[in-house]
């Protein structure tokens, strides 16, 4: 059988032209023309799909295919080879990867499984496609649901995981708002737990747990009791560093909701109220989470539409307080000039919070050779009546609109922002 170069009706795509060996192959992926192998995928995802492909195409580039159609004891492709365990999205794409090197529709929803699809068929450059795409893609608004699947694959791509976790981090008291928080699955919640960087205090996160356990027994159907809290958080529950909790913290909370046994707070009491202390099963240290220092990225999607409404970056954690970039467009006779400030959100429980705060506030031009803008700040004082610092003229919105200055993203428009910031103890401003 030869393949037929004349273009017909029923062809999925036109062979006039092709100019490019990647566009014959992506027209040899939709055909059927040479197919001598099918594969049924997707049994364990209820969507069953089949897929036709070329043994020989598929071995060149992966060795698992090339043992399964060459190997010693090779497939004999008379039927479908049922591939249940693979999303019939992922396995689409790992085809499109294999046969002209671009995967088009790699999405949020799909990146995990197309991530384990590479890994299943050795394919380490789609590994490395996946993991740059998820990485991109990762924010604090979806960095739980991420979590989860990146705890599945941590094997294959544990820079998604670390990126997850130090992302939770530096913003835990907003990720614990999230919806997506009560649902994490368990172990997601356990690598949170045993994290030494979380940026909250102990009570914050036995509060947070307290609500995940609720939100599980509902999932469950079972009762929101004690017993029914502590079989679900299991050995998780002896991560969380309740001997840090003050006294009344312990009582009205654990102790009053159940997750803690009697027994355990009276030994928790007598660990940090006693001369002879008793051996707990809960960590005692507090958390290394004290951060003085942060850097804050953000980047506006399209300059031409600053107003004088302000925007805000996603905030980070530094000394335990929650830091933005705000951005504003300014506008003085007649000149219209680029606002950049830092903002702090303050200390809630305390009215009195001062810091010192050094801060270098940088532009990061789009193109190589532009010399970025940095303005520096020494020691500004960060308190509630003055909680910001920056410039109302960091610079000039016709320069950093001019494609030809390099700033802009030519393409977007979009313009990159960073903030670095150190942080002095509270009161050192004297």
């Known amino acids: 059988m030869s393949l037929n170069l004349t273009a017909s009706p029923s062809d999925s795509g036109n062979r006039d032209g092709i100019a490019k060996i990647s566009d014959g192959m992506q027209l040899i992926l939709t055909s059927t023309e040479l197919s001598d192998v099918q594969f049924a995928v997707g049994r364990d995802y209820g969507d069953v799909k089949t897929f036709l492909a070329h043994r020989l195409i598929l071995s060149i580039r992966s060795d698992v295919f090339d043992t399964m159609f060459y190997g010693s004891v090779p497939e004999t492709c008379s039927a479908p080879i049922d591939v249940p365990d693979i999303h019939p999205e992922a396995f689409a794409n790992m085809l499109s990867y294999i046969y002209t090197d671009a995967v088009k529709n790699l999405s949020q929803d799909n990146v995990f499984h ?58 835990v008291e907003i990720v614990w708002k999230l919806d997506q928080f009560c649902a994490i699955g368990y172990e997601a919640l356990r690598i949170i737990l045993q994290r030494d960087m979380l940026t909250a205090n102990e009570d914050k996160i036995y509060s947070a747990v307290e609500k995940w356990t609720a939100n599980m027994c509902k999932s469950k159907n079972v009762g929101v009791s004690p017993a029914n809290r502590r079989e679900i958080v299991g050995r998780a ?41 008793p051996d707990l099963p809960f960590p005692t240290e507090s958390r290394q989470n004290v951060r003085s220092q942060g850097v804050i990225n953000y980047t506006i999607p399209d300059l031409r539409e600053l107003s004088e409404a302000s925007k805000c970056s996603d905030p980070i954690s530094v000394r335990k307080l929650l830091w933005n970039i705000e951005v504003v467009k300014r506008t003085d006779s007649g000149s219209a000039t680029l606002g950049f400030y830092l903002e702090c959100s303050g200390d ?12 270098e506030f940088r532009l990061l031009p789009w193109k190589t050779g532009t010399t970025a803008i940095n303005k520096q700040f020494e020691k500004s004082v960060f308190d509630k009546k003055k909680p910001w610092a920056g410039t109302s003229r960091f610079a000039s919105m016709k320069d950093l609109l001019d494609p030809a200055k390099g700033y802009v993203n030519p393409a977007d428009f979009s313009l990159k922002l960073q903030v670095h910031l150190t942080a002095d103890l509270p009161g050192a401003a004297g």
């Open 114 to 171: 197309t991530l384990g699809c590479a890994d299943k068929y050795d394919l380490p450059l789609l590994v490395a496609i996946c993991v740059e795409f998820a990485l991109k893609e990762l924010k604090i608004q979806n960095c739980l649901d991420m979590l989860d699947s990146a705890v599945l694959y941590a094997s294959v791509a544990p820079s998604i995981l670390e990126k997850c976790l130090c992302l939770i981090d530096e913003s």
């Open 237 to 277: 529950l002896y991560l969380i560093r309740f001997p840090l909790l003050t006294d009344t913290q312990l009582l009205d909370g654990p102790v009053q909701t159940g997750l803690l046994l009697q027994s355990e707070a009276w030994d928790i009491c007598q660990y940090k109220h006693a001369v002879i202390k």
């Open 348 to 359: 809630p429980e305390c009215d009195s919070w001062k810091y010192q705060v050094t801060t």
